[in-house]
């Protein structure tokens, strides 16, 4: 069993930046790989970005690629994304996700078993 909490969200300007964390509580965390969904009003949540356990190998939606780094520290059971140049469209509740580390990594949400709460990221224009 594994329990993720994520935290940084918040109001910010576009062109912001913030940094999301998820901890994650239980020693298998480098088990998983690790997600990063987002579900903006009104619409179905989609897949950001995943990244192995190891943390060697990441994927990214395109609408994200070069604005957003997610990573990772096994030693302090967390990941982290950092998001830069942030506009409105990234508005969304943001959820950190753990699954099997499958080849490639898995963008479906039924390959995460594990799911945090959430964190409100919201742009202003």
């Known amino acids: 069993q594994v329990q993720l909490v994520e935290s940084g969200g918040g109001l910010v300007q576009a062109g912001g930046s913030l940094i999301l964390s998820c901890a994650a509580s239980?020693?298998?965390?480098?088990?998983?790989?690790m997600g990063w969904f987002r579900q903006a009003q009104g619409k179905e949540r989609e897949f950001v970005t995943a990244?192995?356990?190891?943390?060697?190998?990441?994927t990214y939606i395109d609408s994200v690629k070069g604005r957003f780094t997610i990573s990772r520290d096994n030693a302090k059971n967390t990941v982290y994304l950092r998001m830069n140049s942030l506009n409105p469209p990234d508005t969304a509740v943001y959820y950190c996700?753990?699954?099997?580390?499958?080849?490639?990594?898995?963008?479906?949400?039924?390959?995460?078993?594990?799911w945090g709460q959430g964190t409100q990221v919201t742009v202003s224009s």
């Open positions: 239980g020693r298998t965390f480098s088990s998983y790989a």
């Open positions: 996700a753990a699954g099997s580390d499958t080849y490639p990594l898995s963008l479906r949400e039924d390959a995460y078993d594990y």
């Open positions: 990244i192995s356990r190891s943390g060697g190998r990441t």
